[in-house]
């Protein structure tokens, strides 16, 4: 495994330690995803090594995104670890929790990953059970579960928690019923997986639910499930914030939204909640005195204003860097406002060429314009990101890595 080098003051600084060579792990890496846990890594750490490494081999990958003395506690803390442990500080927490755990994923060398959250409410003394039930089951994945018999979600504080829990459950498996047969709890953080049943680089995370990510994108075709009870927090407060709750909801579009046919569905939805704005805009512009024809293109714009807000925010998120905005939002315009100049020439044509009725002519124009509208905004303002090899390039220059194996 490659060493990286050291530039965390202190321990990790100092030039006899700057290049540590981390040996071939064992059986098992354990990836967790920190931010600002500081007052909680020495417990955490304990816990694993009074629980795991005398049932399995195992090594520590933490992915670091604080902006406290985290770093430097983890390394203050591995000196009497027994297993090697790597710290992976990112300056840049791009994907959130979610992209910490896929930049666990690409540095672990073992066969099985195992993904925990850093505030000890997730056991180690369950790791070496995941591990041997997926290699009794022949399993890809392995699920700690909430809720199956034996598991309990004792640690969710409150009832607003544990009501939000419950219907993000229930949200995220009505959305994909078939990707997450088989697993009661879509939304744990903590489980374990082979390294060859996913391609991290497919992965496109938001958040921390990364589970549901694996298991919608990347799912192995054998998953189990072992019951858990989820522990009270062991220092500091919880990083579940409205903020992060929205961005679960938009990975819940960005996920079902993925196939073509999808995208359309909700490009047509987000359409027609145009009308509103539009309407409305209408209405005040002609109340102000204004002609109905140039009041209803202004009003026009209103609505394709929100749509765009609307698309580029929940339909094509992870499409937005290809262009700037203002050649984005400028295409979108062009195209919105183009499916009115065609729509007349077309029922002009039904009528008159095909000799269609006017309301089916009518219909079929605007079925017409809004198939040729979605495909030249998906082609013309959002084609398809190219290679994402020397974006990950730039990042992995930007990001520094530091590493700390234990005495």
């Not at 902006?67 to 297993?83: K, L």
């Not at 698309?311 to 183009?338: M, S, V």
Request: positive net charge; proline residues 6%.
């Amino acid at each position: 495994m490659s060493s990286f080098e050291s530039t965390v003051p202190g321990e990790l600084g100092d030039p006899a330690v700057r290049a540590v060579e981390v040996p071939e792990p064992g059986a098992v890496t354990i990836v967790v995803p920190t931010f600002n846990e500081s007052a909680n890594i020495r417990q955490l750490l304990h816990q694993i090594t009074e629980s795991v490494p005398a049932r399995l081999p195992c090594e520590v990958v933490f992915v670091d995104d604080s902006t406290d003395d985290t770093p430097e506690v983890i390394s203050e803390v591995t000196q009497d670890c027994p297993f090697p442990v790597t710290v992976l500080h990112r300056d840049v927490p791009e994907g959130g929790l979610g992209g910490a755990v896929v930049e666990g994923l690409k540095a672990a060398c073992s066969d099985w990953i195992v993904v925990m959250d850093g505030d000890c409410q997730h056991p180690p003394s369950l790791i070496p059970e995941l591990v041997a039930s997926g290699e009794r089951a022949n399993a890809g994945l392995v699920v700690a579960s909430r809720y199956i018999k034996g598991g309990s979600r004792e640690g969710l504080a409150g009832g607003y928690r544990i009501a939000v829990s419950r219907g993000a459950t229930w949200l995220t498996k009505t959305l994909f019923p078939r990707k997450l047969r088989g697993i009661s709890d879509p939304m744990s953080g903590f489980f374990a997986i082979r390294r060859s049943a996913v391609t991290a680089e497919v992965l496109q995370p938001l958040g921390y639910k990364i589970l549901l990510e694996l298991a919608v994108r990347s799912r192995p075709r054998q998953v189990t499930e072992v019951p858990f009870v989820f522990q009270d927090r062991f220092a500091g407060e919880s990083k579940s914030t409205a903020q992060e709750g929205f961005r679960f909801l938009r990975h819940l579009v960005g996920l079902r939204t993925a196939s073509p046919v999808a995208r359309m569905v909700v490009f047509g939805l987000i359409g027609a909640t145009g009308f509103v704005p539009n309407l409305l805009g209408l209405y005040a512009l002609t109340a102000a005195g204004l002609h109905y024809v140039p009041a209803e293109i202004l009003a026009n714009q209103l609505g394709v204003a929100w749509n765009f807000l609307l698309i580029e925010h929940l339909l094509f998120r992870e499409r937005r860097k290809h262009r700037n905005w203002w050649d984005r939002a400028g295409r979108f315009a062009l195209l919105a406002n183009a499916d009115l100049v065609l729509r007349i020439p077309l029922i002009a044509l039904f009528v008159g060429h095909f000799g269609m009725g006017a309301l089916s002519a009518t219909a079929l124009a605007l079925v017409t314009t809004f198939v040729l509208r979605f495909a030249g905004t998906e082609a013309l303002v959002y084609l398809p990101r190219r290679s994402s090899q020397s974006g990950r390039g730039s990042r992995d220059r930007d990001r520094e890595r530091t590493t700390r194996r234990a005495a």
